[in-house]
Structure formats: C-alpha cells, structure tokens
C-alpha cells in the first residue's frame, strides 16, 4: 500500500510506516498528480479534500488528523466508496485548556474571579461539552447554547444565543462552520449581536474565524465599544492585525496545538486505517509521547483560583502566543510559518500533583492534572 502523508502530521511517517510505504509531502504540494499513486491520503485542515483533487486516483481511504471537516467533501467521498476517518474531540482537552488560560489571564489583569462569572457556551460538541465539565468541576456556573442537540431532545438546559447574551459574562464559541440550514454558524455572531453584548462581556473564539464577521467586530471595537476579546481564529488573514490592535489576546490558529492533541489525532487515523486495512494493530497515543519538561509538582494547602493560575500557566501561558502573534506582518505565509513552527506544548495531564488535600486532589483529577495524595 502506498499512502501518502502530510509532512507536518507528527508521529505520522514512524506509525503509517507499519502498513505500507509512506511518503511524505508538504501540503502545498498535494494534488491530482501527487496523489495518483496513492492508495490512501492523510491530510490536516489545510488541504481541500474533494472531486476536484481525487477524482480519477485510486484513494480507497482519506483521513484528517484535524477534529474538524469542513475540508473535506464528505458526502463525494460516500458516493464514490472512498472509506473515511476523522480525528473526532483529538483536540478537545487542548482547546478547553487554551479557554481556561485565556481566563485565568483576564481574571489576574482585570482584577475578577473566574468563580463569579456565567459563562455561555455556544456548540457543545466534543469540546463544549468537555469545557462544560472542566468548568463546573472548579465550581463555575454555565449556560449551553446548542440548537441541534436541543432539536433532538439531548437531555439538558438549552438557551438560545439570545438569552445568552443577556445573562452571561463570557461567551464562547464552539461551533463547526455550516453555511446553509436552519442552524448555520457563518457569521453567527453578526453585526447585530456584537452591539447587544454588554461592555462587561468577554467574546472567546476557538472554532472558526468565520463564525464572527470580523469586519463588523472590527468596525463595532473601533467605535470604542469596550468588550473584551481573545480570538484564536481569523475570518480574513490579511486584515488580522489591524483587529488585532484593538483585541486582548490574540493567537494563530494554535488552540488545539498541544503534543498530547497532535498524538491523539494521529493515532486515531492510524487505527482507522489499520481497522479499514484488516489489521489488528492499534496504537495508544499515550506511547508516542516525550516525557515532559516539568512532571512533578508538590502543592500544599487548598486549590483555588490562585493556586490553579499558578499551575496552568506553568504548564501553558498563553501570553507567549499572543506576543508571537502581535509581531505579524499581515503575510499568510508568516501565519502559516507560526502555525507549522509551533511549540511542543503539553496538557495539564503531563502534571502530577501531589497533594495533602483529598478534596483538592480530587478537583485536581476531575480538571485534568493528574493528582495523588502524599502524608506529611
């Protein structure tokens, strides 16, 4: 079997290699006669996946190491019985720690306490729903905005956007990109709804840039509406950093970029196309990975939010990426370049507290870090 990979896909040569021939290539290079040889193609989020790049080639299998599908021409591959296989919620724990640290900054500079805030979460898929649970377990109040799965009866206490906006302190964002239907998110947060936020409010975009209309934000911030703003994702490249000037934190594209998220992503597919292939073998992502930097942590006393800021940040300060961010020029090639070249940044899993406190090294497991109790 001849499979051909993306070059930026870690751990992807070393695990792919065990079911065929791999080859790699970079993402630009990727087309109808790069792939006519291929029997399968693993992409990320910057190839377009379709009947224009396929059609005619012998792909039997496509799979994305990205959590996201708007890439790929999903119902084209059905109808040509072309086996497909996402990395569902890989990056989910990444994107959630990414929200969390953004917070935890904002609390410390704008003297608040994350506790007394109300957040709306709009989107509760694989990372809404993880941010829900992480959120609530240090104790944070919570409100879900989801249409569809309110549309199906998923059990749970759905608001509308309207409601939220009314009665939250953070908004955030979490949403696959659709631009037709009922429920499509394609500027959902239009010019309309950005002048209904109260100037308290905090706007956080993880999931696509086009999810807000980032000229109406940048019209509306430019006119001294003073709501806060951390946006990971970007409508239109060129334009970011003059909305960059008038936003708290902003970050290229990197909010699931962690080691453990990029492990977990590869092996997935992996699995998938070794299950496709017959294969019995499967890969645990926890194998491929480096030990970390810093492992081990003693705490004494209780958690709470000070303790917790210390911690995450030690793990992941966001700051880094917003500083790397503000130096753009408004080139893409230089937003791809921060992209590819990113740091191997790790989870708070990668953490073993040790703690003397049974309540506190449980809220500290429930988080995410990995806790034990130690006696004195």
Request: proline share 2%; hydrophobic share 40%.
């Amino acid at each position: 079997m001849k499979i051909l990979v993306d070059e930026s896909i870690l751990y992807a040569k070393r695990l792919f290699s065990y079911l065929g021939c791999v080859e790699t290539i970079t993402s630009k290079a990727i087309s109808t006669s790069s792939i006519m040889l291929a029997d399968a193609l693993i992409v990320n989020s910057v190839t377009r996946v379709d009947n224009a790049l396929l059609n005619g080639s012998r792909i039997q299998f496509v799979g994305t190491v990205t959590s996201g599908t708007d890439h790929i021409d999903i119902d084209w591959l059905v109808e040509e019985g072309i086996e497909f296989s996402a990395a569902e919620g890989c990056n989910a724990i990444a994107v959630v720690e990414y929200v969390f640290s953004a917070l935890l900054w904002l609390a410390q500079r704008d003297n608040f306490s994350l506790s007394e805030k109300t957040i709306g979460i709009v989107g509760v898929g694989n990372i809404g729903s993880c941010l829900h649970h992480r959120l609530s377990a240090f104790g944070v109040r919570t409100l879900l905005c989801d249409p569809l799965l309110a549309e199906k009866g998923e059990p749970g206490n759905w608001y509308s956007l309207e409601t939220l906006i009314n009665q939250v302190d953070v908004l955030s964002l979490h949403t696959p990109l659709t631009r037709t239907g009922r429920y499509a998110t394609w500027h959902l947060i239009d010019e309309q709804i950005l002048a209904a936020l109260p100037d308290h409010c905090i706007l956080i975009n993880t999931c696509r840039g086009e999810v807000i209309d980032n000229t109406a934000l940048f019209r509306i911030l430019e006119k001294g509406k003073s709501f806060r703003v951390i946006l990971d994702v970007w409508e239109l490249i060129p334009s970011l950093p003059f909305l960059l000037s008038y936003i708290d934190i902003g970050t290229a594209h990197i909010a699931g970029y962690t080691l453990e998220g990029k492990a977990r992503g590869t092996a997935q597919i992996f699995n998938a196309y070794s299950k496709f292939l017959g294969n019995t073998m499967r890969i645990n992502s926890k194998s491929l990975l480096p030990f970390p930097l810093l492992e081990r942590i003693r705490m004494h006393g209780k958690l709470n939010e000070e303790v917790l800021r210390l911690l995450v940040h030690s793990i992941y300060n966001i700051c880094h990426d917003d500083i790397r961010l503000r130096r753009f020029s408004g080139l893409s090639s230089e937003f791809d370049y921060l992209r590819k070249n990113y740091y191997h940044r790790r989870e708070w899993s990668s953490l073993f507290v040790e703690t003397s406190d049974r309540t506190s090294a449980d809220k500290l497991m429930q988080l995410g870090f990995s806790s034990r109790l130690y006696t004195l």
